[in-house]
């Protein structure tokens, strides 16, 4: 079965401009949480969506935010884009609900900030 | 201070060796993950525990929940298994925490 698809996987794009990620989680799976990773945080929690509403939030400013659509795929948009925001961005999907099931993970979009 | 502490930072073994991968964490948690990444970035989830012990392969993670503690064993390591092992804690919120991970080498 198809894993959890991210794309697109490399970008670039210039200060101030905004960007928008895109995830396809496995069929069947409603939740889909995002995760930013650079050298000096690490892996951080962004944000978790579960049928098309964030469950969710992690301490990230307003300029990151996402949505999931009706058929599971989720979008995370991230404006006025920094220096600092260039990372690597992976998303992850789950069955969700209220039972913590195993996660899957795509294979993230590295965003490169000039 | 970090809710999830790993050690070692960095790890390198010779083949065959026996590798211990330990994880703190301070929070409440619903579950403890044990995480895989290459470089290149892709991650693969290897494990997610509430209690006792799960074993996949040469490949053992336990929780002591009362300890707040997890250790992630490799049994007869391998060069393949040179990554970064990362664990991660979830709490009924479905939020994540992090450890800084653990880069494993493994030498042939």
């Known amino acids: 079965k198809a894993g959890v698809t991210q794309t697109p996987r490399y970008l670039i794009k210039t200060r101030g401009q905004q960007v928008t990620l895109s995830c396809s989680p496995i069929s069947g799976h409603r939740s889909v949480s995002w995760y930013q990773q650079t050298p000096g945080q690490g892996l951080q929690f962004l944000f978790e969506y579960f049928s098309e509403t964030q469950r969710n939030k992690g301490n990230f400013p307003g300029r990151f935010s996402g949505r999931q659509f009706s058929n599971s795929r989720s979008e995370m948009n991230v404006s006025t884009l920094e220096l600092g925001d260039s990372a690597l961005y992976l998303c992850?999907?789950?069955?969700?609900?209220?039972?913590?099931?195993?996660?899957?993970f795509g294979s993230g979009t590295r965003l490169t900030v000039v | 201070k970090n809710e999830v502490e790993q050690s070692p930072q960095n790890l390198t073994a010779q083949e065959g060796e026996f590798i211990t991968i330990n994880c703190s964490y301070s929070?409440?948690?619903?579950?403890l993950h044990w995480l895989q990444q290459h470089p290149g970035g892709g991650i693969v989830s290897l494990f997610m525990?509430?209690?006792g012990k799960k074993k996949h392969g040469r490949l053992i993670a336990t929780i002591n929940i009362q300890e707040k503690h997890s250790s992630l064993h490799i049994t007869a390591s391998h060069p393949r298994d040179s990554a970064v092992y990362i664990c991660a804690v979830s709490n009924t919120g479905n939020q994540f925490y992090f450890g800084t991970g653990t880069s494993l080498t493994v030498i042939p």
């Open positions: 929070v409440g948690i619903s579950a």
């Open positions: 992850a999907s789950s069955l969700g609900g209220t039972v913590n099931y195993g996660y899957t």
């Open positions: 525990l509430s209690s």
